[in-house]
């Protein structure tokens, strides 16, 4: 694909000008500049396609103060984020990148994460997973849960049973960050390592922690055309508890979830999580939820790139769980879930953790 692929897209956003994209914009809310909602950049985009504006400092500083979170995409026929992705690609190929989106996906070729770490590995001391000759099923913990939230992501395997999952030997990165800055070319080459690694080891299904793994992977499949199910690990205790294969007890009082963007808005995994919430504890819904939920501020690599506006998008999630009485926020998402004990004012949990202290 290329930016003139979707001339025909902004150019009916250009001739409709309806702005229902401001509604939910969770930058838009913040700095109340057009320039920063779809509307704004596709208005760009076809200036880029006609010839009439010239790539910029101005406008890398636009088109990456976006989460990708797919809100505008509620009220909106076009595909925005599929547009906003390939014009980052466009600004990486005429040099116009973010000197830390840059790094950190230098980090991801050479280490495997956007952090630079070489421990990603340690959290799996002491777990005997099965081989990939006892099961076609794999584990794919990500990057970031091993290093922010190794505890969690042992509860989550214990949890599942171990025996029956097989991990990579160095896990190959998913690819998403690099693949939201508009790195095409690396994140090719990750794809393209990733796809033989499934082939070669007649992967079967894959079960993710994080949901910017699971959308990621679900896409690059569905690209390359393999039929390998993924799920997320929610799914699969839902399953495990409507199969009595795990027991709950209400455990924690007064909670609220925050779905993560990845999840419920783009994956529609909006019932699975409130199914256990509900189980095990006084569970209390935020005004804005399920597909219509308010994004953390993380995603996109805003919150590597412009950290201020990042904690201003989050401070309003914040208030809003604390408005429904609630004494916990719950996610599943680890990039929700630091965003928001960065904040504080509220305790912050994994849903896995949730689960876990329900069971045991």
């Known amino acids: 694909m290329s930016l ?11 001739g409709a000008s309806c702005g229902f994209c401001e509604r939910k914009c969770p930058v838009y809310q913040i700095l109340k500049k057009k320039t920063f909602t779809s509307r704004g950049r596709n208005r760009a985009i076809l200036g880029i396609i006609e010839g009439k504006v010239k790539p910029s400092a101005a406008l890398a500083e636009a088109y990456y103060q976006c989460m990708l979170c797919g809100c505008c995409e509620r009220w909106c026929a076009l595909p925005d984020t599929e547009i906003e992705r390939e014009l980052r690609k466009y600004l990486v190929e005429e040099g116009f990148e973010i000197e830390k989106h840059k790094k950190n996906v230098e980090n991801v070729m050479k280490f495997g994460n956007p952090y630079g770490k070489e421990d990603l590995n340690k959290w799996r001391e002491g ?15 990500g990057c970031t849960m091993p290093l922010r939230q190794p505890e969690t992501l042992r509860r989550a395997v214990e949890l599942l049973g171990p025996e029956k999952l097989a991990v990579m030997d160095e896990e190959i990165c998913c690819g998403s960050y690099v693949l939201r800055t508009g790195y095409e070319k690396e994140y090719n080459e990750l794809s393209d390592r990733f796809i033989k690694y499934l082939k070669d080891n007649e992967i079967k299904k894959i079960i993710t922690a994080c949901p910017g ?3 990621t992977i679900s896409e690059k499949l569905e690209k390359h055309g393999l039929e390998i199910e993924v799920t997320h690990i929610i799914q699969e205790y839902v399953e495990m508890l409507e199969k009595h294969k795990l027991t709950v007890k209400k455990l924690l009082g007064k909670a609220t979830y925050h779905d993560p963007c990845h999840l419920g808005r783009l994956e529609d995994l909006i019932d699975e999580p409130r199914e256990i919430l509900r189980q095990i504890s006084d569970f209390r819904e935020m005004e804005n939820h399920g597909y219509d939920s308010n994004c953390c501020g993380a995603g996109g690599g805003v919150r590597a790139a412009y950290p201020e506006l990042s904690m201003e998008i989050a401070k309003k999630r914040i208030e809003e769980a604390k408005a429904t009485g609630a004494e916990i926020l719950i996610s599943s998402c680890p990039f929700c879930e630091e965003q928001f004990k960065t904040i ?15 069971v045991k």
Request: glycine share 4%; charged share 25%.
């Open 4 to 14: 003139a692929d979707y001339k025909e897209d902004v150019e009916t956003c250009f």
């Open 213 to 215: 793994c699971h959308t």
């Open 344 to 358: 504080g004012g509220i305790a912050v949990m994994d849903i896995i953790d949730a689960i876990w202290e329900a």
């Open 127 to 141: 777990i005997k997973f099965a081989s990939l000759k006892e099961t076609d099923t794999l584990f794919f913990a």
